[in-house]
């Protein structure tokens, strides 16, 4: 959860960021993130800009498993690889991994231009609600339109000594063993967050089950894992409309299965309007379908909520998980579970 910093730490902040004349003028918390720490910057002589600190190493430890004190790290790698949305991205002012000043990984970003999609939903028409949604599906097929050879984490390990797995997060040549990490690692919660492991135990059987349908997917594409109106920014048009303009906290990126991608799996799990899903899928293009589509969708839909029910369990919302485990196990065994084979 976000910590106040010390009025020292912010300076020693400024001044090795901005140099000695880096005096900070107002430094304010921005509310709504419950894993990075995140504050609005002030510096004399500078462009306003934004302060993000990873979480400490104890907290990562403390889980979840998907929980991670390389976060920012694997952010930077995500952006070079998207060079042809440096418009939409953060622009880095400063990046910190050394631990050195405090122990933790911060960067120094240029704000975003915009407001996120998701402030103002109200007062969008059903037309701009249709326009946006078309531009998401250009943008989301704008990241999904990277490749790579694995599987995984979008840093590059070095075996030399460089970046670690746990700098990059996993990568693996097969997509299934991704997929299955991500459920051992919701085992470990289990146990972690004293919370039952059976659902768990049977998302863990149902990828090991179904590995060869998983395996159709072959090419790694680049995906956000956290895409939605929360960290899309968009802003007027000129012409009376919306168009996107920003795109945040890109540190859960990683090279997958396009559909998998939180953005198409929450309109399985929430569907939007037909209209939105429509104007999404109109942007996005067409694709090409691996046979097996409706087993990996479910999966899919598995993995995203076992991703909620041990965000839930780290936040305390403990009351909160029963009908989220529910729908997990309905998934598995009724939905999954009557599915013919592919």
């Not at 880095?92 to 407001?115: A, K, N």
């Not at 402030?119 to 326009?131: E, I, K, T, V, Y």
């Not at 949604?133 to 460089?162: C, M, N, P, Y």
């Not at 729908?327 to 592919?342: D, F, Q």
Request: net charge negative.
């Amino acid at each position: 959860m976000p910590k106040a910093l010390s009025d020292d730490t912010i300076a020693a902040i400024a001044n090795r960021a901005y140099g000695a004349s880096g005096r900070v003028q107002r430094v304010q918390s921005i509310a709504g993130g419950t894993i990075n720490d995140v504050f609005m910057l002030d510096v004399a002589g500078a462009l306003p800009a934004v302060l993000r600190l990873a979480p400490s190493e104890a907290s990562a430890t403390a889980g979840p498993s998907w929980m991670t004190s390389f976060g920012l790290r694997r952010e930077q790698a995500v952006i070079s690889r998207l060079p042809h949305l440096a418009d939409l991205l953060p622009s880095s002012i400063y990046v910190d991994f050394s631990r050195t000043l405090i122990d933790r990984d911060w960067v120094i970003q240029g704000l975003v231009r915009g407001r996120p999609w998701s402030d103002l939903a109200g007062d969008l028409s059903q037309h701009d609600r249709n326009q946006l949604w078309r531009q998401a599906g250009v943008l989301t097929r704008s990241i999904h339109g990277v490749q790579s050879e694995v599987f995984g984490g979008a840093g590059k390990t070095d075996d030399s000594g460089g970046a670690s797995r746990y700098e990059t997060g996993i990568q693996r040549s097969r997509w299934w063993e991704i997929l299955r990490a991500d459920a051992e690692g919701f085992v470990e919660d289990a146990c972690r967050f004293d919370l039952q492991s059976e659902v768990f135990d049977q998302l863990l059987a149902a990828i090991v089950k179904h590995a060869d349908v998983l395996d159709r997917i072959e090419t790694p594409a680049l995906i956000h894992s956290d895409l939605g109106p929360r960290h899309i920014f968009v802003e007027p048009d000129g012409n009376g409309g919306y168009r996107i303009c920003g795109l945040i906290d890109l540190e859960f990126g990683r090279f997958a299965d396009p559909l998998s991608e939180s953005l198409i799996v929450n309109m399985a799990l929430d569907p939007l309007e037909p209209s939105f899903q429509a104007a999404f899928w109109q942007g996005y293009g067409p694709i090409t379908i691996a046979p097996g589509k409706d087993i990996r969708a479910l999966i899919y839909e598995a993995v995203t909520l076992g991703w909620f029910i041990t965000d839930l369990a780290r936040l305390d919302r403990h009351e909160e998980i029963p009908p989220v485990a529910e729908s997990l196990k309905n998934l598995l065994n009724i939905r999954l579970a009557h599915l013919p084979a592919s």
